[in-house]
């Protein structure tokens, strides 16, 4: 009739890619399948446009950048090229990203989205801080500037529309597939734009005479290009260190816990980041006297509401029978050997090891029930020296006695 469940972890998730990885064995080295075939798919294509665009303005800029005397142009232009070797790794992590979860990693491989966004903002800083050491030192000597031919302005001007362009396209692109590297990709080419801004306005303003403005833009790219990569690297390193979700989302996913029919309340809830989604972890409380069966139930619909409601990859349901955070420690108790032995022993009934018996642990004490044949004599008198049992033992807090039906 009853008890309590104690730990649930049946994923579903889990059990259909353990499967597929056990199933095909090393097919993966044969034929590559996404997890996320729509994702993966999006984050190729936008990436090859990408490619071919940061290509072409990458030769554009840093050639036009020398013939047209721009130390701005230049910079950008090697910002282009850092973007086009950003492409290449945003590539590999979108392809070995998006493997389905392994014996070695039961959670997936979208971590490795998360490394590759590290890398890269590592690369984008440092390169940002050359490109700002670099300007910093010419401009000790402005007198050595030279004036910037006027073709520097129309390439910088194509390498403005071509970039917000692509962040347009790369943005709508990763909002519509929720990918978060795509996100920070399509927002660096954003960054992309306004130094290519910067770098009209610096030679704008060394056309106009002010020769300075020129190596001012190049410094200004710089610092943009260090901020934007220590930001991603920073964002990146937030999520290995299992950072969890915002205040909101929590309060959402726990709203929906406590939603679920059955649970009574709920406790120790954590969350961590793994790339787009998240993995929760979650203690609820239940009718400490319902059978296992429905203990599973219930965490199994707690389980499956935040998977419906929330961006998330997976649930672990830890089922209590009482607030382990407030209750008595159970772990002392002894085992339920023991308690049989002990039962039987304070009542005189060696036959009550043959009995069904139900044992709740609960605020370090055991509440028990007997289960007795139909047949059996006095289950009224049992009753009574149970009570007096109970009264003084240390170990058993309450003991029911109730006799089973007769077979039919």
């Known amino acids: 009739m009853i008890c309590c469940a104690a730990v649930l972890h049946t994923s579903p998730f889990f059990m259909k890619n353990h499967s597929h990885a056990h199933h095909h064995g090393h097919a993966h080295h044969e034929v590559f399948e996404p997890a996320h075939p729509e994702r993966y798919a999006a984050a190729q294509k936008s990436t090859w446009v990408s490619i071919s665009i940061n290509l072409v303005l990458t030769f554009l800029q840093i050639l036009g950048g020398f ?40 959670y997936g491989h979208a971590r490795i989205e998360t490394a590759a966004t590290l890398i890269l ?140 029919p059955g649970v009574r309340s709920l406790h120790d809830l954590r969350t961590r980041k793994m790339a787009d989604n998240a993995l929760v972890d979650a203690h609820i409380i239940v009718d400490p006297k319902v059978s296992v069966s429905e203990g599973h139930y219930i965490a199994e619909a707690a389980r499956n509401a935040v998977l419906d409601a929330h961006h998330v990859l997976d649930v672990m349901v830890h089922i209590d029978p009482e607030d382990d955070m407030q209750a008595k420690p159970n772990v002392h108790l002894p085992n339920r050997e023991a308690l049989q032995q002990q039962l039987a022993e304070a009542l005189a009934m060696p036959e009550l090891l043959q009995q069904r018996l139900v044992f709740h642990y609960l605020d370090g004490r055991i509440d028990a029930e007997i289960y007795l044949a139909a047949n059996f004599a006095d289950a009224p008198a049992l009753q009574r020296l149970c009570d007096q049992i109970t009264a003084s033992h240390r170990v058993f807090r309450h003991i029911v006695v109730a006799q089973c039906c007769a077979q039919k």
């Open 121 to 260: 903002g590592v690369l984008l800083a440092g390169l940002g801080a050359g490109l700002l050491v670099a300007a910093a030192l010419r401009l000790q000597h402005p007198q050595a500037v030279l004036a910037v031919s006027p073709i520097g302005l129309g390439i910088a001007i194509i390498a403005l529309c071509a970039k917000e362009g692509m962040f347009r396209y790369m943005l709508a692109v990763a909002k519509r597939v929720r990918s978060q590297m795509l996100v920070a990709n399509a927002w660096h080419a954003r960054s992309d734009a306004a130094s290519s801004l910067v770098v009209v306005v610096g030679i704008t303003g060394n056309l106009l005479g002010y020769t300075f403005l020129d190596l001012v833009a190049a410094a200004v790219v710089g610092v943009m290009i260090a901020h934007m990569g220590a930001k991603l690297a920073y964002e990146a390193l937030q999520e290995l260190v299992d950072t969890g979700l915002n205040e909101e989302e929590v309060a959402a996913i726990r709203a929906t816990l406590l939603a679920t």
């Open 67 to 106: 013939v047209a005397h721009s130390q701005a142009l230049m910079a950008d232009g090697l910002h282009s090229l850092a973007d086009l070797l950003s492409d290449f790794l945003v590539l590999f992590a979108n392809r070995h990203g998006n493997r389905h979860a392994d014996a070695n990693h039961p």
